[in-house]
């Protein structure tokens, strides 16, 4: 299949990430797909995550149109727009998880990097989602740019086409329609906890980033903050004299080098620290971070320790990815872990507590407490989503709990059935 296009991540001078879709044939940006990130996406403050991900979408539908021979401006300036059989091929398209290469460039060439993800069959319904989402959108934006009309025949034809595309996305559950058990159990915290011990005959990594490792592991199971957050933390942000941690949002940062730079989602906030914590932290500043080469020019927490052009700079996303993918391949308990799973365990954990306090504290309350120290904003509704393992959890211990009452009083019909 034709790679004639390809994504190009950059810092510009203000120290904002911005993306744009390349022609590589001629390294020259596309216009339209470029003008549909500008204008539909950065304009209206879409974070820089969300546009290269669009921006790999547009690649692909760029890579469709290519491969079946369809000038989309064309089409659409003779007024015949995507028949029912081309948004099946197009949705059949969309399953398919392609070679992509997504070329990240800064000003200086010595960070470039290049990600190439080998195909395999299809992608999950997820990602589909996503894909048709974005090419609904363009596809729309696009006609409409270019027929410039009101013809309100002209715009539900358009808008059909649009909602054809939508309709072949794959269902979709809500959010709090996935009940799926999403924290660590017990038996894996037991596990993870003996894997990262410093100097464990089990623990995968290298000396010299056990500590970084196991700090970074402890920080994410105590207070339950996000990946983007751990990664986001600088020294400046400890008070150690408080044992307090200080969640930042540092959205496009000029004295952040990494282009997929990685920030907090969610709501500024303080987080106190347990004594232990505190000096696991000060610990793996004073006596490790510090002897590693250039870690001096910056004040990120978390380092890259690899000798070469990265050393000493802020540990990036796919080093965080790595040292989970690293654990997982040990330990069979731990073959599905990932970070984001100790927000979930924290948020169970948090229930636990709750549940167990002599003096009970109000559904309402433990929402405000809860939505507090995870950031989220009161009355969103997102505490419910992690705290569905806790109440399957309690509605089995309860239907248990009755059915063993009721054991008590079979009725003398179902005594009757089991002979």
């Given at each position: 299949m034709d790679k004639n296009f390809s994504v190009n991540a950059f810092v510009i001078d203000s120290g904002e990430r911005y993306c744009l879709v390349v022609d590589r044939s001629s390294n020259l940006p596309e216009y339209y797909t470029n003008l549909f990130l500008t204008t539909q996406m950065r304009n209206r403050g879409d974070a820089f995550a969300t546009m290269v991900a669009a921006a790999g979408n547009l690649v692909l539908l760029l890579h469709f149109l290519k491969c079946r021979n369809i000038c989309l401006e064309q089409r659409f300036l003779n007024l015949e727009f995507l028949k029912a059989n081309e948004l099946d091929d197009l949705r059949d398209f969309s399953q398919r998880r392609q070679e992509k290469r997504l070329l990240m460039v800064l000003p200086d060439p010595c960070?470039?990097?290049?990600?190439?993800?080998?195909?395999?069959?299809?992608?999950?319904?997820?990602?589909?989602?996503?894909?048709?989402t974005t090419f609904a959108s363009y596809l729309h934006w696009f006609a409409m740019h270019i027929l410039n009309t009101t013809n309100q025949d002209i715009v539900d034809k358009i808008n059909y086409m649009t909602e054809q595309i939508k309709e072949r996305r794959p269902a979709k559950?809500?959010?709090?329609?996935?009940?799926?058990?999403?924290?660590?159990?017990?038996?894996?915290?037991?596990?993870?906890?003996?894997?990262?011990?410093?100097?464990?005959i089990l623990n995968p990594f290298n000396i010299d980033v056990q500590r970084r490792n196991r700090l970074m592991i402890l920080l994410l199971y105590y207070l339950g903050i996000r990946g983007g957050e751990l990664l986001n933390i600088r020294i400046r942000d400890i008070d150690f004299g408080a044992n307090r941690l200080k969640i930042v949002r540092r959205a496009d940062e000029l004295g952040d080098p990494r282009i997929n730079e990685p920030n907090a989602k969610t709501r500024?906030?303080?987080?106190?620290?347990?004594?232990?914590?505190?000096?696991?932290?000060?610990?793996?500043?004073?006596?490790?971070?510090?002897?590693?080469?250039y870690a001096a020019k910056n004040d990120f927490l978390f380092i890259t320790y690899?000798?070469?052009?990265?050393?000493?700079?802020?540990?990036?996303?796919?080093?965080?990815?790595?040292?989970?993918?690293?654990?997982r391949a040990v330990s069979p308990q731990l073959y599905?872990?990932?970070?984001?799973?100790?927000?979930?365990?924290?948020?169970?954990?948090?229930s636990e507590k709750m549940d167990t306090l002599d003096e009970q504290i109000s559904e309402e309350r433990q929402e405000k407490i809860r939505s507090f120290l995870m950031g989220w904003k009161e009355g969103s509704g997102t505490s419910t989503i992690y705290n569905k393992r806790f109440i399957r959890q309690k509605g089995f211990e309860a239907a248990l709990a009755l059915q063993g009452i009721n054991d008590i009083h079979i009725p003398s019909v179902l005594k009757n059935d089991d002979k």
């Open positions: 960070h470039a990097q290049e990600n190439i993800l080998k195909s395999t069959e299809t992608v999950n319904n997820g990602t589909q989602y996503s894909r048709l559950k809500g959010r709090n329609g996935n009940i799926q058990d999403k924290s660590l159990s017990n038996e894996q915290l037991d596990a993870l906890f003996e894997i990262i011990r410093l100097g464990s500024e906030r303080i987080l106190p620290m347990s004594d232990s914590l505190a000096k696991e932290l000060h610990d793996y500043i004073t006596q490790d971070r510090r002897k590693v080469r690899k000798n070469g052009p990265t050393l000493g700079q802020p540990l990036s996303k796919v080093g965080y990815y790595k040292v989970f993918a690293i654990i599905d872990m990932t970070g984001h799973m100790f927000r979930h365990t924290w948020n169970r954990k948090f």
